[in-house]
Each structure stands twice: as structure tokens, then as C-alpha cells.
């Protein structure tokens, strides 16, 4: 076809639209996908923008909070204080004198939880006298349940003497659980942390599953571009073959039109 009978990049594409049966519906799904992957990639951004918020939240919490410590997570050491809670609660049963002393010796574990709790904070606020008379203190309770074991009907030990040892190795190894439970709670993280660190993962998944969704759009946008873009150059490869300059300035008209009369995006979040 002579140049100057040729139709412009616009009249061909309208031609196409007018006459092709796929080519408004190819038009409309790579608008659409078009749109929404620029919808997925903003929403990207904003979700690791909120990650590496809560991440720097955490991190400055962290050392505000714990600046020369590795502080035990809280879960964790929860748990791991209830396992020695328990062990307390059997240790106490076998000084106090088998199961009728249950209560008396759920009261003894509550003692020494209390008195490792206080001796956590006076170790962290640094109060080194406190700490000695809480520790003077467990021993005399130790000493105490000791001398109950001793005097106490317990049928495995008919003889004192050996009541008297095995209550002394009884309340050492009591003693021994309290400090374990005192240095667990000094080193335990504050909750705060806990949460901080919650919000830093709970962002990080939100960002990560944005991210899959922007790659998904993006794919997407890609294919159905693609497509009527091939479409385009089938059309205009029958009108000017050898004339690249009329190709590309047609191609370039279709791509345009990706950019224009968008859906309507879906509202921020």
C-alpha cells in the first residue's frame, strides 16, 4: 500500500477493534491486568515498608530493653519454668510427706517461685544485698522443710539419720531448681519484645503474600499484554510489512492504550 493511502496507527487499531471478534475482549483483559498489577505492586511496597517498620521497632525495642543480653523468649521459658514448677511441687511433696501434703506443698512452691522472682529483679536492678537475703532466706526454708522430713512418720525411712540425709539432698536439690527458676526469670524477655516481634512477623508474612500476589498480577499483565500486542502486529504486518517505523509508531498506539479508561482500582488498604 502507498504511504500516503495508508490508514494512521489509530485508524488501524480502531479498524481491528471494529472487525476482530477477540480484540476488544484482548484490549480489556490486559487493561485489567494491567491496572491490577500496578494495584499488587504499590500494595507490595506498602506492606514492606510496614515490615521493615515493625523490624526496626523491634530491633530498637530490643535494645533499648535487653542492650547487652540475649534475652530467653518468653514462651519458651514459660514453659520450661513450668516443668521446674512442677519438679518443685514433687520435691515439696516428698519433703512435706507424700500426697496429703498437696496443698501445704503447692504453698511451698509458691514460696520459692516468689522468692526466685524476687531475686530475678534484685539481681537486674543490681541490689546485691537483697539478693543475699532472699538467698538467706531460702536456705532457712530449706532448713526448715529438712527438719520437717526429719521428724516426719515417712514409711520408706524408718531411721532418722537416713531421713536426715535424704531431706538434706531433698531440699539441696530445691534449692538448686529456685536458682535455676531465679536466673530463667532475670533472663526471660519482656513481653513488650514478645509483641514487637509478633507485629515484625505478622508484617513480614502480610509483605511476603503480597509479594507472591504482585508476581502473580505481574505474570499476568505480561501474557495478556502480549497477546494483544501480537494481535496488533498481525493487523499492521498485512498493511506495511517492510515499514518498521509504521509498525513500531502502531505498537506503540496499542501500547498507549493499555494506560487509559483503567477499572477502577481496589480501595487502599
Known amino acids: ?9 489509530t485508524q488501524v487499531i480502531g479498524e481491528l477493534l471494529r472487525n476482530h471478534p477477540e480484540a476488544a475482549s484482548l484490549l480489556a483483559r490486559a487493561t485489567h491486568w494491567q491496572s491490577l498489577a500496578g494495584w499488587s505492586a504499590a500494595r507490595a511496597r506498602r506492606k514492606l515498608a510496614a515490615a521493615q517498620a515493625a523490624r526496626l521497632a523491634y530491633e530498637e525495642l530490643g535494645h533499648l530493653l535487653e542492650p547487652r543480653r540475649h534475652p530467653v ?20 511433696l516428698i519433703e512435706l510427706g507424700g500426697l496429703r501434703s498437696l496443698p501445704a506443698a503447692l504453698a511451698a512452691t509458691a514460696v520459692w517461685l516468689t522468692e526466685a522472682w524476687l531475686a530475678a ?28 522430713h526429719s521428724v516426719s512418720s515417712y514409711p520408706a525411712w524408718p531411721d532418722a539419720g537416713r531421713r ?30 514478645l509483641a514487637a516481634r509478633r507485629r515484625w512477623y ?32 498481525a493487523q499492521v504486518t498485512t498493511i506495511g510489512p517492510d515499514d518498521d517505523q509504521f509498525i513500531q509508531a ?20
Open 250 to 269: 502502531t505498537v506503540a498506539r496499542a501500547t498507549a492504550l493499555l494506560g487509559t479508561n483503567r477499572p477502577q482500582l481496589p480501595p487502599a488498604e
Open 121 to 148: 529483679v534484685a539481681a537486674r536492678r543490681r541490689r546485691w544485698t537483697l539478693v543475699a537475703a532472699i538467698v538467706g532466706a531460702a536456705f532457712l526454708l530449706a532448713l526448715l522443710l529438712v527438719g520437717l
Open 1 to 9: 500500500m502507498r504511504p500516503d493511502h495508508r490508514p494512521t496507527p
Open 202 to 233: 505478622r508484617a513480614q508474612a502480610a509483605y511476603e503474600a503480597a509479594a507472591e500476589t504482585e508476581q502473580a498480577d505481574a505474570r499476568a499483565a505480561a501474557v495478556t499484554r502480549e497477546s494483544w500486542l501480537g494481535l496488533v502486529r
Open 164 to 193: 536426715a540425709v535424704f531431706g538434706a539432698l531433698t531440699g539441696a536439690f530445691i534449692l538448686v531448681l529456685t536458682a535455676g527458676a531465679a536466673a530463667l526469670m532475670a533472663h526471660l524477655e519482656p513481653a513488650r519484645l
Open 73 to 92: 523468649n518468653l514462651v519458651a521459658g514459660l514453659l520450661f519454668l513450668l516443668v521446674l514448677s512442677a519438679a518443685l511441687v514433687l520435691l515439696d
